[in-house]
Every structure is written in structure tokens, then in C-alpha cells.
């Protein structure tokens, strides 16, 4: 049997399993988004979202501040150099989500009406929905991905099993409570799953600044603009084509775009992976990136072809009669994904790489041009112009993802060339040199 053809399953086996719990994780927000809506109706919901959206504030944090940099940083290293990083980490995590909890908590007495209801009903639940979040990306990182989609699967079971419980006591505390066993479930397994002793906070914190915040402080910035970004095209969008047209968009881009499934699940596995390949060869993890940018746009052309084929129908017959009007939006919609998919893996190198200041420019860059578009061809087009102007920003995106990992990649291959060389020019000096017996010779 061809050797490449041998290996194939091994090298696709991680980012099967991706899929898998990437699939069980997203179901589970999504169940949550449904149960609150038929339980609690349009008001209901819209509390729950915003208490849902500083949770994903907090994760995308974390993620930028921790648990991204981390995996970039171990992932090539030995077993026993990597156990006592990952029990750092868990020091951070376990920190940093009580810090995050006791803000959104204050936060929901502070703030009056729904806002604070929203962020009251979820804080309870914050942190071991964080802790949950932190395991999954240490099991990817282990090679241990059945284990991931495993802890995932634990908090869609305990969903599932709660949720008619939450149905009959029809509040919004028991929707999200639902929601959140499931995430205490994920958090309690994972310590299990992975056996981790912790390490003193101080230890941990001091390990943070030196190791982690030169890398974590561009990811957390590059978040941060990622969150403004979203809120004020929100803000714009909302004044320029309305409420309505905003609602039909969302829910467009929730049945025509992929990605927010696809991505999350290559980049769990595939992160360490080119981080592993990276040590070994910069050659190798461009390559790696390339394959990667290629099953993720592979992927999101059979699903946006799909779409296309059954005409938008989906969107009316997921969210009702008056969604009609937005069911042509899966062009635009699609050929968003499918030009974002090309930086895909290449954005992946560079976090590899470490190039956070690059893939700061990058957000900033295409935040701009995303702003921009938007919003001009939303007061040209109304919301089919708004939906490619979502293209224009993700297309400036990969054009600059593309750039700046050729260029990362062409010095690396540079350091790589010399560090050979100097190599090869210390075992010339050593085979050329005299030993000590023909120097003591007469």
C-alpha cells in the first residue's frame, strides 16, 4: 500500500474527532438558543443572549490570553515538559474564571433591566463552563480528541436529560441552568480525563508573565477589536437597514455559514499539530497549513453548494414564512465563507508562529475595511449589500493572512538555513581540528 495512503487515517483521525466535538458543543449552545426561545418567548431569548454573550467574551479572552498561546508554546515539547505547563495553565484558568464570574456578578447587580438579568442567570455558571472550554484544548493538545468529543458529549447528555425538567419550571434560570449542568459536567470529567495537580497560583502567575503575555497580550487585543468590530457594524447595520433586515441577516448567516463550526474544529487539532510540525520544520508546517486551508474550504463548498441547490429554503423553514425575503442571501453569504476558508490554515501557522503583532494587523486591517463596507454597501444595497460587504472585509482578511505567513514563512526558512549551517560548520571545525593526542605529540 502507498505510504501516504497507510498514514491517512492516523494524520485525519484528530480532526474527525474536531468535528465530532466541535458538533456535540455547538449543538449545545444552539439547544440553549432554542429551548430559551419556545420556553420564554422573543423577550425571554433576548435576555438569555446576553448573558450567553459575555460568556463568549470571557472564552474568547481566555483563549487569547491563555489557552491559544499555551498550545503554541507546548505542543511540540516531550510528555514530561509539557505536564507541569498544562498544570500552570490549569492555575490561570481556575483564577481568572472566579475573577471572570465575580465581575459578571457585580456586573448583574450593577446593571439594571434585562442586561442584568442576563449576566445574573449565567454567572453561576461561568466558571466551569471556562474550566470546561480549557480541557477541551489540553485534550486536542494530548492527542486525546475522543476524550474531547467525549467531554462534550457529556455536557450535551446532561442537557438533554435536564432540559425537560427546565421546560416545566419555565424560568430563565432553570433554561440556563440546564445549559450550565451540562458545562459543570464537562468541567468535573475533565479533571479526571486528564489528572492534573495544580500548581500555586504565584508559581503559575509569575510562569504567565514570562511565558504566555509576550504572545497573549496581541491575542487579547486582536479579541478585543474582534468584539468592538462585531457590536458597532451591530449598532450601524441596526440604524441603516433596521431591526428586521438585521434579524433576517443573522439568521441567514446561522443556516449559510459554516465556518463557525468548520474552523473552531480544525483549529482545535490543528493548532498543535502545526505546532508539532513547526519544531521540526517550517517546510513542513507551511505544508501542513496548506492542506488545512484546503479541508476547510472543501468542506464549506459542499455545504454552501448544498444551499445553493436547495435554493434558501432552509431559512423560512427553520425561522417561519416571514424569513422569505432573506432566503437569497446564501450567495453572498457563501461566497463570504468560501473566500474566508482561504486564510484559514495560514492563519493557523501564524499563531503557530507566534506572529501575534501580524495577526493583530490583520483584525485591525480588515476590521476597517469590514466596517466600511458594510456599512456603505448596506446604505447602497440595504442588507444583500450589507451581506457582501461581510466579503470584502473577510476577503481583505486572507489577502493579508496569505502575505504576512509568506513572509513569516520565507524568514523562517531563512533561520533554518542558517542554523544548519552553523551546524555543519561546527562538525567541519570539530572533524578539522587536532585532538589532544597529536597535540601533545613531539
Same mark, same amino acid.
Given at each position: 500500500?502507498?505510504?501516504?495512503?497507510?498514514?491517512?487515517?492516523?494524520?485525519?483521525?484528530?480532526?474527525?474527532?474536531?468535528?465530532?466535538?466541535?458538533?456535540?458543543?455547538?449543538?449545545?449552545?444552539?439547544?440553549?438558543?432554542?429551548?430559551?426561545?419556545?420556553?420564554?418567548?422573543?423577550?425571554?431569548?433576548?435576555?438569555?443572549?446576553?448573558?450567553?454573550?459575555?460568556?463568549?467574551?470571557?472564552?474568547?479572552?481566555?483563549?487569547?490570553?491563555?489557552?491559544?498561546?499555551?498550545?503554541?508554546?507546548?505542543?511540540?515539547?516531550?510528555?514530561?515538559?509539557?505536564?507541569?505547563?498544562?498544570?500552570?495553565?490549569?492555575?490561570?484558568?481556575?483564577?481568572?474564571?472566579?475573577?471572570?464570574?465575580?465581575?459578571?456578578?457585580?456586573?448583574?447587580?450593577?446593571?439594571?433591566?434585562?442586561?442584568?438579568?442576563?449576566?445574573?442567570?449565567?454567572?453561576?455558571?461561568?466558571?466551569?463552563?471556562?474550566?470546561?472550554?480549557?480541557?477541551?484544548?489540553?485534550?486536542?493538545?494530548?492527542?486525546?480528541?475522543?476524550?474531547?468529543?467525549?467531554?462534550?458529549?457529556?455536557?450535551?447528555?446532561?442537557?438533554?436529560?435536564?432540559?425537560?425538567?427546565?421546560?416545566?419550571?419555565?424560568?430563565?434560570?432553570?433554561?440556563?441552568?440546564?445549559?450550565?449542568?451540562?458545562?459543570?459536567?464537562?468541567?468535573?470529567?475533565?479533571?479526571?480525563?486528564?489528572?492534573?495537580?495544580?500548581?500555586?497560583?504565584?508559581?503559575?502567575?509569575?510562569?504567565?508573565?514570562?511565558?504566555?503575555?509576550?504572545?497573549?497580550?496581541?491575542?487579547?487585543?486582536?479579541?478585543?477589536?474582534?468584539?468592538?468590530?462585531?457590536?458597532?457594524?451591530?449598532?450601524?447595520?441596526?440604524?441603516?437597514?433596521?431591526?428586521?433586515?438585521?434579524?433576517?441577516?443573522?439568521?441567514?448567516?446561522?443556516?449559510?455559514?459554516?465556518?463557525?463550526?468548520?474552523?473552531?474544529?480544525?483549529?482545535?487539532?490543528?493548532?498543535?499539530?502545526?505546532?508539532?510540525?513547526?519544531?521540526?520544520?517550517?517546510?513542513?508546517?507551511?505544508?501542513?497549513?496548506?492542506?488545512?486551508? $484546503?479541508?476547510?474550504?472543501? /468542506?464549506? *463548498? +459542499? !455545504?454552501?453548494?448544498?444551499?445553493?441547490?436547495? #435554493?434558501? %429554503? @432552509?431559512?423560512?423553514?427553520?425561522?417561519?414564512?416571514?424569513?422569505?425575503?432573506?432566503?437569497?442571501?446564501?450567495?453572498?453569504?457563501?461566497?463570504?465563507?468560501?473566500?474566508?476558508?482561504?486564510?484559514?490554515?495560514?492563519?493557523?501557522?501564524?499563531?503557530?508562529?507566534?506572529?501575534?503583532?501580524?495577526?493583530?494587523?490583520?483584525?485591525?486591517?480588515?476590521?476597517?475595511?469590514?466596517?466600511?463596507?458594510?456599512?456603505?454597501?448596506?446604505?447602497?444595497?440595504?442588507?444583500?449589500?450589507?451581506?457582501?460587504?461581510?466579503?470584502?472585509?473577510? $476577503?481583505?482578511?486572507?489577502? /493579508?493572512? *496569505? +502575505? !504576512?505567513?509568506?513572509?513569516?514563512?520565507?524568514? #523562517?526558512? %531563512? @533561520?533554518?538555513?542558517?542554523?544548519?549551517?552553523?551546524?555543519?560548520?561546527?562538525?567541519?571545525?570539530?572533524?578539522?581540528?587536532?585532538?589532544?593526542?597529536?597535540?601533545?605529540?613531539?
Amino acid at each position: 500500500m502507498i505510504p501516504w495512503l497507510r498514514s491517512w487515517p492516523a494524520r485525519t483521525e484528530g480532526y474527525i474527532w474536531g468535528l465530532i466535538d466541535q458538533g456535540f458543543s455547538s449543538a449545545t449552545n444552539f439547544a440553549l438558543l432554542v429551548l430559551a426561545g419556545r420556553a420564554l418567548g422573543a423577550q425571554g431569548l433576548g435576555i438569555v443572549v446576553i448573558g450567553i454573550t459575555a460568556y463568549l467574551l470571557a472564552l474568547g479572552l481566555q483563549g487569547g490570553l491563555l489557552t491559544t498561546p499555551l498550545v503554541a508554546s507546548t505542543a511540540a515539547l516531550g510528555k514530561e515538559r509539557r505536564s507541569p505547563e498544562i498544570s500552570r495553565g490549569l492555575a490561570i484558568v481556575l483564577g481568572g474564571a472566579l475573577v471572570a464570574t465575580l465581575v459578571l456578578l457585580v456586573a448583574g447587580l450593577a446593571v439594571p433591566g434585562h442586561a442584568g438579568r442576563g449576566f445574573l442567570i449565567v454567572s453561576p455558571w461561568l466558571f466551569p463552563a471556562l474550566v470546561q472550554d480549557f480541557w477541551r484544548s489540553m485534550l486536542f493538545q494530548e492527542r486525546l480528541a475522543k476524550r474531547a468529543a467525549a467531554n462534550d458529549a457529556s455536557w450535551a447528555v446532561v442537557m438533554t436529560i435536564t432540559a425537560p425538567f427546565a421546560w416545566w419550571i419555565g424560568t430563565d434560570w432553570a433554561i440556563v441552568g440546564c445549559w450550565g449542568l451540562g458545562a459543570l459536567a464537562g468541567a468535573a470529567l475533565g479533571f479526571g480525563q486528564l489528572q492534573v495537580r495544580l500548581t500555586p497560583p504565584w508559581t503559575a502567575l509569575s510562569w504567565w508573565r514570562a511565558t504566555l503575555w509576550p504572545f497573549g497580550r496581541w491575542l487579547g487585543l486582536d479579541r478585543v477589536v474582534y468584539s468592538l468590530t462585531s457590536s458597532t457594524t451591530l449598532f450601524v447595520l441596526n440604524g441603516l437597514i433596521g431591526a428586521t433586515a438585521v434579524g433576517g441577516l443573522r439568521a441567514a448567516q446561522s443556516v449559510f455559514a459554516p465556518l463557525s463550526l468548520i474552523v473552531p474544529a480544525i483549529n482545535l487539532p490543528g493548532l498543535p499539530a502545526t505546532a508539532r510540525a513547526l519544531a521540526l520544520s517550517v517546510r513542513d508546517a507551511m505544508r501542513l497549513s496548506a492542506r488545512l486551508t $484546503g479541508a476547510v474550504t472543501m /468542506l464549506a *463548498l +459542499l !455545504y454552501v453548494g448544498a444551499m445553493l441547490f436547495l #435554493g434558501g %429554503r @432552509v431559512v423560512p423553514y427553520l425561522f417561519g414564512a416571514s424569513f422569505q425575503p432573506f432566503k437569497h442571501l446564501a450567495v453572498p453569504i457563501g461566497v463570504w465563507q468560501l473566500v474566508t476558508a482561504a486564510g484559514t490554515g495560514f492563519a493557523i501557522f501564524l499563531t503557530a508562529q507566534k506572529r501575534g503583532r501580524d495577526l493583530l494587523v490583520i483584525r485591525v486591517s480588515s476590521a476597517i475595511v469590514a466596517t466600511t463596507s458594510i456599512s456603505l454597501l448596506a446604505w447602497t444595497h440595504g442588507v444583500t449589500g450589507a451581506a457582501w460587504g461581510y466579503t470584502v472585509g473577510s $476577503g481583505t482578511a486572507s489577502a /493579508l493572512t *496569505l +502575505l !504576512y505567513a509568506h513572509r513569516a514563512y520565507k524568514r #523562517g526558512l %531563512r @533561520v533554518e538555513r542558517a542554523r544548519i549551517g552553523s551546524l555543519r560548520d561546527s562538525a567541519e571545525e570539530s572533524v578539522l581540528a587536532p585532538s589532544s593526542w597529536e597535540t601533545r605529540s613531539p
